[in-house]
Every structure is written in C-alpha cells, then in structure tokens.
C-alpha cells in the first residue's frame, strides 16, 4: 500500500471510483514477459504458434469473457495460427521463462489525464531468457499486466492500442480490444461507456493486458487512456475497506460521544 492510500481507501468505502483528486504525472504498470522458442526453429520442443505464418487481423480468437488468468481460445489453424488449445496455453501460463517488465504512460500535457506510452521497438526481454535466437532481436515473446481502473459512468473514458501482433485487453472481464493474428502495427479503440452499456456502477474494475509478439521483424506497442490504471499492488484488499469502515465508524461514535458530554 503506497502513497495515496487513504485517498484510496476513502474512495472504495464511498462506493466511488478513485482518482478524485488532481491526475498523476505518470503511472508505471509492471508486467510479465514470456519467453518462447518458435516451432520452426526445434520442432517437438518449441512453441507452433511462434514464427508461423502471417494472416492479418483476425478477430474472434478469444471468449469474450475473461474466465481465468488467461483468454480462452475460439479459433485454431488458418488464419489465426493457434496450433491448438494446449499450445495456446503456455503463451500466459507458468511453465514459459519469465521475467517482470514495467512500462510508464505519461500524461501527454499537465492536467490533460490522458495517458500514453509508445515504442516502434518493443523488444524488452533481448539477449534475455531463451536469448535471440541468432537474430537482431528476441522476437518471440508474450506480455501480460494485470491493474485497476476507476470507472466514471457518462464521461467517455477510453483506451486506445497500436500494434502487433496478438493484443486482447479485458475492463472487468469483458473483452474490449480485439486485435488477434500476426499482423503489422493496427491500432482500435474502445469507449467504456459503449462498451459496459447503461447500469455500469462507478467504481475500480480490473484491467487486464495481453500481448503477443509472435513474428519477425518489428515489435510496436502503444497506448494511450483516459483511464487512470493503478498497480495491483496499491489496490487495498477487501478486508482492508472494511476496517477503514470500522475504523470511520468508531471516529463517528468517538465525535458523536464528545459532543454529547
């Protein structure tokens, strides 16, 4: 729990989003990287799903509900390139090296609370876990975070990616950017209030990024919010807004007796 607990706190016995008060500079999410052999490279031993073929867009590939850790897979073979459900399952699971890798989004003018982070050459992990490869770069990798952000009903909050390959990005377990394949740089945009409907509640719902870099030669990943995404790690747990509530109430009792004496 670090520096703006008890504004956090504050916010979630409230019943409201937090971030009430002026936006920060920056916000650094911290992720994992996975790394991967690409099948062509040791057949029987490697990934299929890396440095296979090149099919564009495709949209579809994934559940729309996030129901666990990971996306579940719809679509396999041509043109996705998902070998099958069993290899789709190590792209975010705990048997790939792995390391932690944090990117910054930055408030693109002072006060603007809009967000943004933006590399052409988004290679984090070269010379790294399973190395390159023989290549310029490490090229065959996945990149997962895992945060919170404060939803605002009728504001227009929005997140916008830019590119490539495989990217799935999940507000309170609904799907709403979908970029699947092995495709050059493309970028799309969602508009929570579109995507969550009339009724959506303000609060803090859970972010959840999913990346794939699947093919040689470029690596480019963008973005840029109005959402104000926080670590996990600063999110008090439940119980936590329970005993401020506790905590509040006794302060309550405590004036109420003064006042009364």
Same mark, same amino acid.
């Given at each position: 729990?670090?520096?703006?607990?008890?504004?956090?706190?504050?916010?979630?016995?409230?019943?409201?989003?937090?971030?009430?008060?002026?936006?920060?500079?920056?916000?650094?999410?911290?992720?994992?990287?996975?790394?991967?052999?690409?099948?062509?490279?040791?057949?029987? @031993?490697?990934?299929?799903?890396?440095?296979?073929?090149?099919?564009?867009?495709?949209?579809?590939?994934?559940?729309?509900?996030?129901?666990?850790?990971?996306?579940?897979?719809?679509?396999?073979?041509?043109?996705?390139?998902?070998?099958?459900?069993?290899?789709?399952?190590?792209?975010?699971?705990?048997?790939?090296? @792995?390391?932690?890798?944090?990117?910054?989004?930055?408030?693109?003018?002072?006060?603007?609370?809009?967000?943004?982070?933006?590399?052409?050459?988004?290679?984090?992990?070269?010379?790294?876990?399973?190395?390159?490869?023989?290549?310029?770069?490490?090229?065959?990798?996945?990149?997962?975070?895992?945060?919170?952000?404060?939803?605002?009903?009728?504001?227009?909050?929005?997140?916008?990616?830019?590119?490539?390959?495989? !990217?799935?990005?999940?507000?309170?377990?609904?799907?709403?950017?979908?970029?699947?394949?092995?495709?050059?740089?493309?970028?799309?945009?969602?508009?929570?209030?579109?995507?969550?409907?009339?009724?959506?509640?303000?609060?803090?719902?859970?972010?959840?990024?999913?990346?794939?870099?699947?093919?040689?030669?470029?690596?480019?990943?963008?973005?840029?919010?109005?959402?104000?995404?926080?670590?996990?790690?600063?999110?008090?747990?439940?119980?936590?807004?329970?005993?401020?509530?506790?905590?509040?109430?006794? !302060?309550?009792?405590? @004036?109420?007796?003064?006042?009364?004496?």
């Amino acid at each position: 729990m670090k520096l703006h607990l008890s504004s956090v706190l504050l916010a979630a016995v409230a019943g409201t989003a937090f971030a009430a008060g002026p936006a920060p500079a920056s916000t650094t999410l911290t992720g994992t990287v996975r790394d991967f052999i690409p099948g062509a490279l040791v057949p029987g @031993s490697s990934n299929p799903d890396f440095e296979s073929g090149i099919g564009g867009v495709v949209t579809g590939m994934v559940a729309g509900t996030l129901a666990g850790n990971a996306p579940t897979p719809l679509a396999f073979g041509a043109p996705g390139y998902i070998s099958s459900a069993a290899s789709f399952a190590e792209w975010f699971g705990s048997a790939a090296p @792995s390391k932690a890798h944090a990117i910054t989004l930055t408030e693109t003018a002072p006060g603007s609370g809009i967000y943004s982070y933006s590399s052409n050459s988004f290679f984090p992990i070269d010379g790294e876990l399973l190395g390159n490869q023989g290549r310029a770069h490490n090229y065959h990798f996945t990149y997962q975070i895992a945060a919170t952000f404060g939803y605002q009903p009728g504001t227009g909050q929005s997140f916008t990616f830019t590119g490539d390959d495989d !990217v799935w990005v999940f507000f309170d377990k609904q799907l709403g950017i979908d970029l699947g394949g092995v495709h050059g740089a493309a970028s799309r945009t969602v508009n929570l209030d579109t995507l969550f409907g009339p009724g959506k509640a303000a609060g803090n719902y859970a972010f959840d990024f999913f990346f794939a870099e699947r093919h040689t030669t470029e690596s480019n990943l963008g973005i840029q919010t109005s959402l104000q995404l926080v670590p996990n790690a600063q999110v008090p747990e439940p119980a936590t807004y329970a005993l401020m509530a506790l905590g509040l109430a006794g !302060v309550g009792a405590f @004036s109420r007796r003064r006042k009364a004496g």
